[in-house]
């Protein structure tokens, strides 16, 4: 049950059949204070942006005629733009008249209503609060061979506001609907999913600008991945491994946005210097010139020639994936070996598989367009 000093009260106003001379000074007669009824079912949904949309079903008292009902919110941070009532009518008509929000409050809204009956009225009262909170958290233990993981998803519902939900249904983007008990200021750790023996593969990554390789746990959320039933939330993932003996040791923690299905997952380990990347330029030539009629050079194409050296100094082979940025304008010349992906319009994904203390070399070779200065390369 809510508090009573916080919570919804409900005033009732009753127009009287007056004769005419009492109904232009007393417009309205003043029936008394209700009792705060029974909330019936309390529906949360919880969205990105960190607000809840609140939807209370209660059951109103109302007389025939026109009623005035008055809903206040002490200390409970609702958008009052947001406040919206729906009457559900079994017999009889109901009729919103008007909706306002009294002088000086900014808790209380004013609905007037006309029934033709007397009546118990089921009404939904709806509207959003940024009381409720949520967030997830993801913990990744990593099997020793580190060809598979443990992935358990766990969302804490923090309840922020002076009201207690009984047998709240609780509603996070995706994923069932959660039944708890929620009293005011109270927080509740929850398991969402758990998925064990998820098939992962540890990826070395080069990226320009960046003088160390990458490394991450990298997975899809797809089916063969026994995910994929649903988009993962953002959230914090700490990441663990089994040692030999058993024991888990705390790799690190990175940080998973919001993922459709079928997209990538990628966890963070940090970087390491046991693979090697070393990024030359080797050579340019410049072709078709073109310039203004003083002679000064506007565009030109260019020839340009790159090799990326992978060294592997670790004592097991790895495969390596080595991102290349270019500008605008460009064209593969097909010397290239080996042949990369085109991931976008200006990023290159070339994939090597290395020996353990071997290396292998990317040669590029690249046409730039209607450049007028710098390189294809950026």
């Given at each position: 049950?809510?508090?009573?000093?916080?919570?919804?009260i409900?005033?009732?106003?009753?127009?009287?059949?007056l004769?005419?001379?009492?109904?232009?000074?007393?417009?309205?007669?003043?029936?008394?204070?209700?009792?705060?009824?029974?909330?019936?079912?309390?529906?949360?949904?919880l969205?990105?942006?960190?607000?809840?949309?609140?939807?209370?079903?209660?059951?109103?008292?109302?007389?025939?005629?026109?009623?005035?009902?008055?809903?206040?919110?002490?200390?409970?941070n609702v958008?009052?733009?947001?406040?919206?009532?729906?009457?559900?009518?079994?017999?009889?008509?109901?009729?919103?008249?008007?909706?306002?929000?009294?002088?000086?409050?900014?808790?209380?809204i004013v609905?007037?209503?006309?029934?033709?009956?007397?009546?118990?009225?089921?009404?939904?009262?709806?509207?959003?609060?940024?009381?409720?909170r949520?967030?997830c958290?993801y913990?990744?233990?990593?099997?020793?061979?580190?060809?598979?993981?443990?992935?358990?998803?766990?969302?804490?519902?923090?309840?922020?506001?002076?009201?207690?939900?009984?047998?709240?249904?609780?509603?996070?983007?995706?994923?069932?609907?959660?039944?708890q008990?929620?009293r005011?200021?109270?927080?509740?750790?929850?398991?969402?999913?758990?998925?064990?023996?998820?098939?992962?593969?540890?990826?070395?990554?080069?990226?320009?600008?960046?003088?160390?390789?990458?490394?991450?746990?990298?997975?899809?959320?797809?089916?063969?991945?026994?995910?994929?039933?649903?988009?993962?939330l953002k959230?914090?993932a700490?990441?663990?491994?089994l040692?030999?003996?058993?024991?888990?040791?705390?790799?690190?923690?990175?940080?998973?946005?919001?993922?459709?299905?079928?997209?990538e997952?990628?966890?963070?380990?940090?970087?390491?210097?046991?693979?090697?990347?070393?990024?030359?330029?080797?050579?340019?030539?410049?072709?078709?010139?073109?310039?203004?009629?003083?002679g000064?050079?506007?565009?030109?194409?260019?020839?340009?020639?790159?090799?990326?050296?992978?060294?592997?100094?670790?004592?097991?082979?790895?495969?390596?994936?080595?991102?290349?940025?270019?500008?605008?304008?460009?064209?593969?010349?097909?010397?290239?070996?080996?042949?990369p992906?085109?991931?976008?319009?200006?990023?290159?994904?070339?994939?090597?598989?290395?020996?353990s203390?071997g290396?292998?070399?990317?040669?590029?070779?690249?046409?730039?367009?209607?450049?007028?200065?710098?390189?294809?390369?950026?």
């Amino acid at each position: 049950m809510p508090r009573i000093i916080c919570g919804i009260i409900i005033t009732a106003l009753l127009i009287m059949s007056l004769p005419a001379p009492y109904f232009s000074a007393v417009s309205y007669a003043r029936v008394g204070l209700a009792t705060l009824p029974e909330r019936e079912q309390i529906l949360i949904k919880l969205n990105r942006s960190g607000n809840a949309l609140m939807q209370e079903k209660r059951i109103i008292t109302v007389k025939q005629g026109v009623n005035r009902l008055e809903f206040s919110w002490i200390n409970m941070n609702v958008d009052m733009n947001t406040v919206m009532i729906e009457p559900s009518v079994k017999t009889g008509k109901v009729t919103i008249l008007s909706m306002s929000i009294p002088p000086g409050s900014n808790d209380s809204i004013v609905w007037e209503v006309d029934s033709t009956d007397a009546m118990e009225l089921p009404v939904k009262i709806s509207y959003l609060t940024n009381g409720i909170r949520w967030k997830c958290d993801y913990v990744a233990t990593v099997a020793k061979d580190e060809k598979s993981m443990s992935l358990e998803a766990k969302v804490t519902i923090s309840n922020q506001t002076v009201e207690d939900y009984q047998n709240a249904r609780i509603q996070l983007d995706v994923g069932k609907m959660i039944e708890q008990n929620l009293r005011s200021q109270e927080s509740k750790m929850l398991d969402f999913f758990t998925t064990p023996n998820l098939p992962i593969e540890k990826s070395y990554t080069s990226e320009q600008g960046h003088d160390n390789t990458r490394v991450y746990y990298v997975f899809k959320n797809d089916e063969e991945h026994k995910l994929g039933k649903e988009m993962l939330l953002k959230g914090k993932a700490r990441l663990y491994r089994l040692d030999s003996k058993n024991k888990v040791t705390f790799l690190g923690e990175d940080r998973i946005g919001y993922v459709p299905r079928g997209d990538e997952v990628k966890l963070y380990l940090g970087d390491t210097r046991d693979i090697e990347v070393k990024r030359k330029y080797i050579s340019r030539e410049q072709e078709n010139v073109r310039r203004d009629k003083f002679g000064k050079i506007q565009a030109y194409d260019t020839k340009e020639h790159y090799q990326i050296v992978v060294k592997n100094h670790k004592s097991e082979d790895v495969k390596v994936n080595v991102f290349v940025r270019v500008r605008d304008y460009w064209e593969l010349d097909n010397r290239t070996e080996p042949v990369p992906e085109k991931k976008d319009v200006n990023t290159l994904k070339f994939v090597v598989t290395i020996s353990s203390g071997g290396e292998k070399t990317i040669n590029l070779y690249v046409r730039g367009k209607n450049l007028t200065e710098g390189f294809v390369i950026q």
